[in-house]
């Protein structure tokens, strides 16, 4: 394992880190615990129900790599892995040619769902990072409970949007 602050090149080089997954943070590998089943059940259902409602233009990605663009070139720089970001068409095919990640400008929306041990850096640092980022939208998914969808406001029963694009869903439909 590497030590000390780290790029978001230098990140990138080090391919999958076992165990669990990581992301990048100010410089910092961040090692994050497996989702649980209940988590990755809602995640793929989520991720689903935003794939049938894409407009030309849009892809759904799950679990990939984002680079924030917090930090210049050479600097320590931040990188999340959100549980679905849905992208601009042609951002893929940039990665692979250029052998990069996904920038931040890629994204149109991300989507944190929220478990019990996530929910202080879901609902306070990676909305402060995405915010930082420029991403126009950040949806908030809470299983625990009541499902609830946070985007501008809490939404409990159906979620309902237009932007980034026409969206509506059962929220019980996640459990």
Excluded at 101 to 117: G, K, Q
């Amino acid at each position: 394992m590497p030590t000390g602050l780290l790029t978001v090149a230098e990140y990138a080089a080090l391919g999958e880190v076992e165990p669990g997954y990581t992301e990048l943070v100010e410089g910092r590998l961040l090692f994050c615990p497996s989702s649980s089943l209940d988590h990755n059940v809602a995640s793929s259902q989520l991720a689903m129900a935003i794939y049938t409602a894409l407009p030309p233009g849009l892809e759904v990605l799950v679990n990939t790599d984002l680079d924030l663009g917090l930090a210049s070139a050479g600097e320590p720089g931040t990188v999340r892995r959100p549980d679905i970001m849905v992208i601009r068409a042609g951002a893929r095919r940039r990665v692979r040619d250029e052998g990069r990640l996904l920038r931040a400008a890629d994204a149109v929306l991300v989507v944190e769902v929220v478990t019990p041990e996530s929910e202080r850096t879901d609902r306070i640092h990676k909305r402060t990072d995405y915010a930082d980022a420029a991403i126009p939208h950040y949806w908030i998914v809470d299983i625990s409970g009541t499902v609830s969808v946070t985007a501008e406001h809490t939404v409990t029963g159906t979620f309902r949007t237009t932007e980034p694009f026409a969206f509506e869903l059962d929220l019980s439909r996640l459990t």
